[in-house]
């Protein structure tokens, strides 16, 4: 699951038909409430992801409906109580550096309740698939909507005559949304007949229990499903041989649920879809039977043990 972390979060309401005024107005303006069958857009700024920095830019186009089982005059009658149809919601989302890392698409219901059933316990407004992503999210699938967490605060609601290059200075509201995504690929690491493609970065043997990683110590991982890379490449080609393509997803490695040092990511020369990661083994790991697990964009995939000394 992803929480993403939005601010400076405005809806602006088509409230004229004189398209001479949209977007000129660079004070903070005022608006009516949206009414049913209005339309409106809103967009955001995203700042974090699962408690990590990011950027990016959260992007809505949507009419309202104000459906309910029980209307009042100018409300939609319906068995289902949901507040506007969404013609696209867009998360686009960047490293902190600026670096694209892939983008989200949802449709469906927003607002209103109940959430559908088998959504994250924590989502509590929204019916909202989604339909497809780009880059590391390349064919994803799942759903989403708000996240019912501390700290949330509504849309500012204004005009369409409203400047939005002004955003950012006259300020937006706060939220938070959890998606639920079920990616086309997910990182995993690759196996061989002594056990998971970990391997000691001094001579690249394999990490097993008659030479088992020392903490402390820096390994090698080799894994499939960690996207796409800088530079870029042809999908299906493989990695240039006499060059680094780094992967250009954020990736941790957790070991025993704690975070490991990830010192690098490439793309592994003439492989194709085949990944490289060394991380230093942290320095507290028990003796024993540790687990790892790899993700990329915050995607996590199947965990893998090794022996540790």
Same mark, same amino acid.
């Given at each position: 699951m992803l929480l993403v972390e939005f601010e400076n979060n405005v809806q602006y309401n088509q409230d004229t038909i004189d398209y001479s005024k949209l977007a000129s107005d660079p004070s903070a303006?005022?608006? /009516?409430?949206?009414?049913?069958?209005?339309?409106?857009? +809103?967009?955001?700024?995203?700042?974090?992801?699962?408690?990590? #920095?990011?950027?990016?830019?959260?992007?809505r186009e949507r009419r309202t409906i104000m459906l309910t089982p029980n209307p009042t005059p100018g409300q939609a009658v319906a068995d289902v109580a949901r507040n506007f149809s969404g013609f696209e919601t867009v998360f686009e989302i960047l490293q902190p550096d600026g670096t694209p890392i892939g983008s989200i698409f949802l449709s469906g219901f927003g607002g209103g309740s109940p959430t559908p059933p088998g959504a994250p316990l924590v989502q509590n407004l929204s019916n909202l698939a989604i339909v497809g992503g780009t880059g590391a999210f390349l064919g994803a699938?799942?759903?989403?909507?708000?996240?019912?967490? =501390?700290?949330?605060?509504?849309?500012?609601?204004? #005009?369409?005559?409203?400047? =939005? #290059?002004?955003?950012?200075?006259?300020?937006?509201?706060?939220?938070?949304?959890?998606?639920?995504?079920?990616?086309?690929?997910? =990182?995993?690491?690759?196996?061989? =007949?002594?056990?998971?493609?970990?391997?000691? #970065?001094?001579?690249?043997?394999?990490?097993? +229990?008659?030479?088992?990683?020392?903490?402390?110590?820096?390994?090698? /991982?080799?894994?499939?499903?960690?996207?796409p890379t800088r530079p870029g490449l042809d999908p299906g080609q493989p990695f240039p041989s006499n060059s680094s393509a780094i992967v250009n997803s954020p990736i941790s490695v957790t070991v025993n649920g704690k975070s490991a040092e990830v010192l690098a990511a490439v793309g592994y020369p003439d492989a194709v879809d085949g990944y490289q990661v060394n991380f230093r083994l942290p320095p507290d790991t028990v003796a024993g039977a540790a687990t790892i697990q790899l993700s990329a964009a915050w995607i996590a995939g199947p965990a893998a043990t090794i022996a540790v000394q």
């Amino acid at each position: 699951m992803l929480l993403v972390e939005f601010e400076n979060n405005v809806q602006y309401n088509q409230d004229t038909i004189d398209y001479s005024k949209l977007a000129s107005d660079p004070s903070a303006t005022t608006t /009516l409430a949206s009414k049913t069958f209005q339309s409106n857009v +809103v967009i955001a700024d995203i700042v974090a992801v699962n408690g990590q #920095s990011a950027k990016g830019v959260f992007f809505r186009e949507r009419r309202t409906i104000m459906l309910t089982p029980n209307p009042t005059p100018g409300q939609a009658v319906a068995d289902v109580a949901r507040n506007f149809s969404g013609f696209e919601t867009v998360f686009e989302i960047l490293q902190p550096d600026g670096t694209p890392i892939g983008s989200i698409f949802l449709s469906g219901f927003g607002g209103g309740s109940p959430t559908p059933p088998g959504a994250p316990l924590v989502q509590n407004l929204s019916n909202l698939a989604i339909v497809g992503g780009t880059g590391a999210f390349l064919g994803a699938r799942g759903q989403g909507g708000e996240a019912a967490v =501390p700290g949330n605060t509504a849309a500012r609601q204004a #005009s369409m005559t409203e400047d =939005p #290059s002004r955003r950012r200075i006259n300020g937006g509201g706060k939220m938070r949304w959890v998606l639920h995504v079920i990616p086309m690929f997910r =990182p995993e690491i690759a196996t061989t =007949p002594a056990g998971p493609a970990v391997t000691h #970065s001094t001579d690249f043997s394999v990490v097993t +229990v008659s030479k088992p990683a020392t903490p402390g110590e820096v390994l090698s /991982l080799f894994a499939t499903g960690l996207g796409p890379t800088r530079p870029g490449l042809d999908p299906g080609q493989p990695f240039p041989s006499n060059s680094s393509a780094i992967v250009n997803s954020p990736i941790s490695v957790t070991v025993n649920g704690k975070s490991a040092e990830v010192l690098a990511a490439v793309g592994y020369p003439d492989a194709v879809d085949g990944y490289q990661v060394n991380f230093r083994l942290p320095p507290d790991t028990v003796a024993g039977a540790a687990t790892i697990q790899l993700s990329a964009a915050w995607i996590a995939g199947p965990a893998a043990t090794i022996a540790v000394q």
